[in-house]
């Protein structure tokens, strides 16, 4: 099942995940968007209730999971 959030953030536009495959998607405000794999739901779940999601996707996600652009 997908589900998706919208942050309150000046750099990510959009986050959402996909618990069968554990796929996070992020959308950039510039309109790049990143799919990183094998990343826990604890991980989504965290990130929603983060103060700053952006300074929590610089230190648990990115370089964390592999992403590709899409």
């Known amino acids: 099942m997908k589900e998706t ?3 309150k953030s ?3 536009a959009e986050v959402s ?3 069968d495959d ?3 998607t992020i ?6 968007s990143y ?3 094998g990343v826990p739901q604890d991980v989504y ?8 999601v952006g300074s929590f996707f610089h230190r ?6 592999p992403d590709t652009e899409i």
């Open 5 to 7: 959030f919208i942050p």
């Open 10 to 12: 000046d750099h990510i």
């Open 17 to 19: 995940y996909d618990g």
């Open 22 to 24: 554990r796929t996070m």
């Open 27 to 32: 959308t950039f405000q510039d309109g790049r």
């Open 35 to 37: 799919e990183y794999a």
């Open 45 to 52: 779940l965290q990130m929603q209730r983060a103060p700053s």
């Open 60 to 65: 648990h996600v990115r370089g964390v999971y």
